[in-house]
């Protein structure tokens, strides 16, 4: 079956379908692992993107359950150059087709990745829509013109519910903007007591749950489109010890007066240097995003950069000169991607532990019920 992909500057690719029938319209980004299209495809911050894989051979090792970064995915459609129909791989379960099928995912194959790439870096991430369906382009067309942009992401892929992951060491508070389960993994493999509250959880509402420490998810879309963290995050900073991840990272920015901007064509996939202005030292990364921290707006701020992409001299990390707060752009729990920044989860326990000793638990709960 013939599929297509039309993106609204008008360049059309024609190539053959996989997955699911149908049109399905959303903003056409490009990953560049080589790897990892299980995680990729249930990283709840793709939510209504339409991802292209560099890479040109996707599939090959099937799909697996154990490697799903959320219960399920949110992305809007699959580019490849190459679909692998017969994985080769033990623990594959079913097929990548089979997959895209079950949660309803258009896919599209056998086109130039490569000239989709340039394009989208050169004039920027676009809208696309790709269909199965035998309408004319004009129609097409007009489809896509009246998309709206999508807004209510992180309400979309968040949990509903409070729920936790019990441990016998501190309680982390995690606030699911689009949290990936390699976080919550790497929590509780340090014997954490990690508690998942929804995106909108009030900072009263986590102040009575006692945390020892606050942990900003990941997740999809503009940081400003959550103005109720931003608030909520104001409240209790200083409180307790906060480490941000991603969209945690633009949020904790935002909520100490700085400011958010677009990139051109965001950060994806497991290979991005960032180096470490404290150390010098230079780290590969996971990254999925399109928006980064405005540098200029850190002035004025008591905030420091700590981490620059050494790409393009972006923001990737930064910390509070008064607060027990940090925060970094990419992802430390990588999945998939480079383990370089594991430690982070460290140093977070570790500030904690610092927090703590400065000031003890018996006066933060009496500073809270004063609250």
Same mark, same amino acid.
């Given at each position: 079956?013939?599929?297509?992909? #039309? ?15 149908? !049109?399905?319209?959303? +903003?056409?980004?490009? !990953? ?45 459609? &699959? ?22 099928? =079950? ?6 194959? $056998? ?18 829509? #790709? ?6 382009? =004009? $129609? ?33 508070? #995690? ?5 990936? /389960? @390699?976080?919550?993994? =790497? ?11 929804? %995106? ?17 998810? !990941? ?47 965001? %950060? ?8 470490? #202005?404290?150390?010098?030292? &230079?780290?590969?990364? /996971?990254?999925? %995003? ?9 002035? @004025?701020? +008591? ?17 509070? /000169? ?8 990419? %992802? ?9 920044? !594991? ?10 532990? /610092? ?17």
């Amino acid at each position: 079956m013939q599929a297509r992909l #039309l993106l609204e500057d008008g360049t059309l690719f024609v190539g053959q379908a996989f997955g699911a029938e149908g !049109n399905s319209s959303g +903003e056409v980004v490009f !990953n560049t692992g080589m790897a990892g299209y299980q995680e990729l495809l249930t990283d709840p911050s793709y939510c209504g993107q339409i991802i292209t894989m560099t890479y040109p051979h996707i599939g090959n090792y099937g799909i697996t359950r154990d490697d799903f970064e959320a219960v399920r995915p949110f992305i809007h459609g &699959f580019a490849v150059r190459k679909y692998e129909e017969v994985p080769s791989n033990w623990r594959a379960q079913y097929t990548l087709d089979y997959f895209l099928k =079950e949660y309803g995912i258009v896919g599209i194959s $056998e086109i130039d990745t490569r000239m989709l790439t340039r394009i989208i870096r050169q004039s920027g991430t676009m809208r696309g829509i #790709l269909s199965t369906a035998n309408e004319p382009v =004009e $129609e097409l067309r007009e489809m896509l013109n009246s998309m709206e942009p999508m807004r209510d992401q992180v309400a979309r892929v968040s949990t509903r519910s409070v729920f936790s992951v019990p441990g016998n060491k501190e309680r982390i508070v #995690l606030v699911d903007f689009g949290a990936k /389960s @390699g976080i919550v993994k =790497e929590l509780a493999s340090r014997g954490c007591d990690v508690v998942v509250v929804p %995106h909108d959880t009030t900072a009263e509402q986590i102040r009575r749950l006692v945390p020892d420490g606050i942990l900003l998810s !990941n997740g999809p879309g503009d940081p400003k489109d959550v103005p109720y963290a931003v608030r909520m995050i104001q409240e209790l900073l200083g409180e307790f010890p906060i480490f941000g991840i991603c969209l945690g990272h633009q949020l904790f920015a935002l909520a100490c007066g700085a400011d958010t901007e677009k990139l051109k064509f965001g %950060h994806r996939g497991g290979n991005h240097p960032v180096k470490d #202005l404290r150390t010098g030292k &230079f780290y590969m990364t /996971s990254q999925n %995003h399109g928006y980064t921290v405005n540098a200029d707006s850190i002035a @004025g701020t +008591e905030l420091e950069v700590t981490h620059i992409n050494n790409n393009d001299r972006t923001i990737e990390g930064l910390r509070h /000169s008064k607060f027990a707060a940090f925060s970094v752009q990419y %992802h430390p729990e990588a999945s998939p991607g480079p383990l370089d920044s !594991n430690y982070l989860f460290d140093d977070f326990l570790a500030q904690i532990a /610092s927090f703590k000793r400065d000031q003890p638990r018996v006066v933060r709960q009496a500073q809270m019920l004063v609250k």
